[in-house]
């Protein structure tokens, strides 16, 4: 793969100049530089300082989206895939995707196809991808496979949009209730502690546990933030775990109001995956395993898997499904339809239209609806904490 050189010299009529150059090996950048009639006086290797590698190791989903409709346009117009690669690899800015292209047009160049090129790269190149460029590859039909993935992606990322848009308002109020009664709790309610305790007068239940709760956070807050990051690291570490990972899944699915919005998101992703594996002439048992890696969710990955063994011994793609809680009966219908017809694909697209308005319309019930709870509930947790501090004052008023 290619590495940074950073060189200083001068030109054969004597101006001085440094630069970058990328190659191998230092010995290449060398004989580079020397074949455009330079005369080097220094060349070091550089490590790239780029925002793509800090803060973002991935390809940002807009810059993948342009690349493959680009990369489908310039295959398209009968330019060879090489020929393709070496522009692309000028077009694109995205340090990650432009790495890996280089690393692909150099396997290209060595008779490699671009389906095993592109699978050295799997944190650019998702497996779903590579098994679609496959297809198209066997098929001739690159191209379209190509701006049909693009598509794909993007309805993918939109859908992820709504779901992640649907569940940020009640997070960041969440998170605002709690600061704000942390706040209250530490600075405000200890200042009428003193004030309490010197008129001697009998405290409020309600009043005394706020007391209690204020004495504790302000001794033990240290505890609390220790005890959340635990809990951090030990989810991340139970996740590595089938079963504890299967379990949060079916939580995510089945939780109150917004587990309906997980458990569609879930099926749009499983259909609109099995749809295009399917349509791009993918074997349906491969379709299916494919299906399975890039799901996202437990739950339906058993499922698939179950499914898939169902295929290998003659039996219905559907009938899995149609004794599992997660699959609705529409997806079952519309599978079983598909297996008999031979439109298994059509029906699966359709299923997945049908589920993906359903999300768009769910997600903006749910921020309709979430925004009046969330601020009633940060009211009473707020407001029960000041009117536990107040009431008692007016008692001592009285008694005055």
């Known amino acids: 793969m290619d590495v940074n050189f950073q060189y200083t010299g001068k030109r054969i009529s004597g101006q001085k100049i440094k630069g970058k150059i990328e190659a191998d090996s230092k010995k290449e950048a060398l004989t580079e530089l020397e074949k455009n ?14 925002k793509d590698i800090v803060l973002n190791k991935k390809v940002k989903h807009k810059d993948f989206i342009i690349f493959l409709r680009q990369y489908a346009t310039l295959i398209h117009a009968g330019i060879s895939i090489s020929d393709a690669t070496k522009t692309m690899v000028k077009q694109t800015d995205n340090y990650a995707l432009r790495t890996a292209l280089i690393d692909i047009d150099k396997q290209l160049d060595q008779g490699q196809a671009l389906s095993k090129a592109a699978e050295r790269h799997p944190k650019v190149f998702p497996t779903l991808l590579v098994n679609m460029i496959h297809a198209g590859e066997a098929s001739g039909k690159l191209d379209e496979i190509l701006n049909q993935m693009a598509d794909y992606y993007e309805k993918e990322y939109e859908n992820r949009q709504k779901v992640i848009s649907a569940l940020t308002y009640p997070s960041i109020v969440g998170v605002i209730t709690i600061f704000l009664s942390m706040f209250l709790l530490v600075f405000i309610v200890p200042q009428f502690v003193s004030m309490f305790n010197s008129f001697g007068e009998d405290i409020p239940a309600f009043t005394q546990f706020v007391l209690n709760l204020s004495n504790f956070v302000g001794s033990y807050w240290w505890v609390l933030f220790v005890v959340v990051v635990l809990l951090a690291i030990l989810y991340k570490y139970f996740m590595q775990y089938e079963a504890f990972a299967y379990r949060m899944d079916i939580i995510r699915m089945k939780f109150p109001f917004l587990g309906v919005l997980v458990h569609k998101g879930a099926l749009v992703r499983m259909t609109q995956t099995l749809s295009t594996l399917v349509n791009s002439a993918v074997p349906i048992l491969q379709s299916v395993e ?22 290998e011994v003659g039996e219905s793609l559907a009938k899995p499904m149609n004794d599992h809680w997660a699959f609705t009966a529409l997806v079952v219908q519309m599978i079983q339809i598909g297996e008999k017809t031979g439109t298994l694909d059509q029906m699966l697209a359709k299923a997945a239209d049908f589920y993906e308005e359903e999300v768009n319309q769910l997600s903006e019930r749910i921020k309709t609806l979430i925004e009046p709870l969330m601020i009633i509930i940060l009211t009473v947790i707020v407001g029960s904490i000041i009117a536990a501090v107040i009431i008692p004052m007016f008692s001592l008023f009285e008694t005055l």
Do not use: C, M, Y
């Open 290 to 311: 494919i299906t399975e890696r890039v799901v996202g969710n437990h739950v339906i990955r058993d499922v698939l898997a179950q499914s898939r063994k169902s295929l």
């Open 37 to 50: 009639g330079l005369i080097i006086f220094g060349i070091d290797e550089t490590k790239p300082w780029n």
